[in-house]
């Protein structure tokens, strides 16, 4: 049986951990009395976001269907996915001539999302994701970052 990279991936369900991420966030805010490092409005949109992924941590759309599915105008698309800027990565074929004019790809943390692959592992892709953003200002804004998430992380498993 010989399958199209496409349908290969079409076949591996996406392993989502927003749920858990969202729990523990309000976990933490209980305890710690500290504002919610995850709140609904962006774990929302980071659930809509990795139901779409294609492959890996990648959503690839045309622009006008992820704006229909977020219910936002084209000029506002980038305001709405500005709010979790810390958790994805957004590429036009303005920022990057390999996405077909009329598409975007969105990057998403592999922590949250990630549908298995057959060429990179969860693990190097987390590693991979954290090494370029370790130095940036916006990566302490994700929750999984802190220790806290750790020490939570523990007692839900």
């Known amino acids: 049986m010989n399958l199209e990279k496409e349908e290969v991936y079409r076949t591996k369900s ?5 749920d858990k991420i969202y729990d523990l966030s309000k976990i933490f805010k209980q305890l710690s009395g500290e504002r919610v490092m995850f709140p609904k409005p962006h774990y929302q949109l980071m659930k809509l976001l990795i139901s779409l992924i294609s ?9 006008e269907e992820l704006c229909n599915i977020l219910g936002v105008v084209e000029p506002n698309l980038l305001r709405k996915l500005k709010m979790i800027d810390h958790l994805i990565e957004y590429y036009s074929h303005q920022d990057d001539r390999s996405v ?5 790809r969105i990057e998403i943390n592999p922590v949250y999302g990630w549908k298995p692959s057959y060429t990179k592992s969860r693990a190097d892709a987390v590693k ?7 130095l940036c200002e916006e990566s302490k804004q994700d929750f999984v970052l802190r220790p806290e998430y750790r020490e939570h992380l523990q007692y839900l498993m």
């Open 55 to 63: 492959y890996e941590n990648v959503v690839y759309i045309k622009r």
């Open 128 to 134: 991979w994701w954290y090494a370029i953003r370790e």
């Open 14 to 18: 996406v392993i989502d951990d927003t």
């Open 100 to 104: 077909e004019q009329g598409f975007v």
